[in-house]
């Protein structure tokens, strides 16, 4: 069965520069979520989206912004990278009305 | 607002020891509940759900008993084996497009 893909897998960034992490949802799925799990914590939620709307906002930096488009996949930008930015991003995609999120393997990032 | 406790870990056993680990949660609707499993290096992996209440799920000798008169959802496991090392994540959802919200997450060591 078709899983939720995240790209890159790992991705390594200076401090200052941008990143974009991308997520591409379970066929169907109208929903995506972003999490950001630093070393040791668990995933604090960051935004999510349906349908294409912002439906929910967490801790998420003013430095990063995200959006889902047509096909439903999303992108993660984050600019003026820091060093705290260093963590697992995970992606999860659900249909609305359902309470299960099926997540993809992550996205590592480390800022040098 | 909803939340999630679990016990600190970390928490170390013997092989085939019985495993508990403690998971209770605050919500105001009624929820879906998840155990989340994170091995060294890797993304989340869903363990195991129930959806309402007095539902058992089961996986890989891992279950977990939804109790709404205690709103607890603890986890065990009768024989613990080395490969079961891993950190712990108990969840919970609302669906409808609401976020899963994570517990700390409890690390389990278990030693040969």
């Known amino acids: 069965a078709a899983g939720v893909i995240q790209s890159p897998r790992h991705l390594i960034k200076e401090k200052r520069e941008t990143a974009t992490l991308k997520c591409y949802p379970i066929p169907r799925h109208d929903t995506v979520y972003w999490y950001q799990q630093g070393p040791g914590q668990d995933p604090q939620f960051l935004i999510s989206?349906?349908?294409?709307?912002?439906?929910d906002k967490g801790s998420i930096p003013d430095r990063f912004s995200a959006q889902q488009f047509s096909d439903y996949h999303s992108e993660l930008n984050m600019s003026s990278l820091e060093l705290g930015d260093s963590a697992l991003y995970f992606c999860?995609?659900?249909?609305?009305?359902?309470?299960?999120?099926?997540f993809g393997q992550g996205t590592r990032l480390t800022v040098v | 607002g909803n939340s999630v406790t679990q016990m600190e870990g970390p928490v170390t056993l013997s092989e085939e020891a019985f495993l508990t680990i403690n998971c209770t949660y605050t919500a105001t609707g009624y929820p879906s509940l998840f155990w989340y499993v994170q091995y060294p290096g890797e993304g989340l992996q869903l363990l195991l759900k129930?959806?309402?209440?007095?539902d058992k799920g089961s996986n890989k000798g891992f279950e977990a008993t939804y109790r709404k008169e205690t709103t607890s959802f603890h986890l065990e496991k009768g024989s613990v084996q080395v490969s079961d090392s891993a950190v712990y994540f108990c969840a919970l959802s609302e669906g409808g497009g609401f976020k899963t919200i994570f517990g700390a997450g409890t690390r389990l060591f278990v030693k040969a």
């Open positions: 999860a995609s659900s249909l609305r009305g359902n309470t299960e999120a099926f």
């Open positions: 129930a959806t309402k209440a007095d």
């Open positions: 989206f349906y349908e294409k709307m912002q439906s």
